[in-house]
């Protein structure tokens, strides 16, 4: 059963394995339903500011990072153990896992 999206922009806080390490992290994701953004799913790299210290106070570590593929840097998503950081290609990845197969547990914050 897939969940119904939320007609408002929710911040969701997924406890997950790191990609790199496997312990346990959080990262925040944002994302709405169709009438908002599309329903696009994206990460901090297109967060606001307070939106960066809602994460932050939810445990989650965002780090400015480099990005040697679009020679630029954007804000990440980013394990405490190893100091991996989470690519936007993984956003959808993660989100899935939570909000539709419940592999990892998570928490919603209207925004
Ligand atoms: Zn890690």
Redesign the pocket.
């Known amino acids: 059963m897939t969940k119904q999206q939320p007609l408002k922009k929710q911040m969701i806080i997924v406890t997950a394995p790191?990609w790199?390490?496997t312990?346990p992290?959080h990262l925040a994701l944002i994302y709405g339903n169709v009438a908002i953004d599309s329903g696009q799913v994206y990460g901090p790299e297109k967060f606001t500011n307070e939106e960066i210290a809602l994460a932050e106070m939810q445990g989650v570590i965002i780090r400015m990072h480099k990005s040697a593929t679009r020679k630029d840097e954007y804000l990440a998503n980013t394990?405490p153990?190893?100091n991996?950081f989470l690519g936007q290609f993984f956003h959808f990845e993660y989100f899935c896992g939570a909000i539709q197969y419940g592999d990892y547990s998570y928490k919603e914050i209207d925004l």
Request: aromatic fraction near 12%.
């Open positions: 790191c790199k390490c312990e992290f394990c153990h190893c991996a």
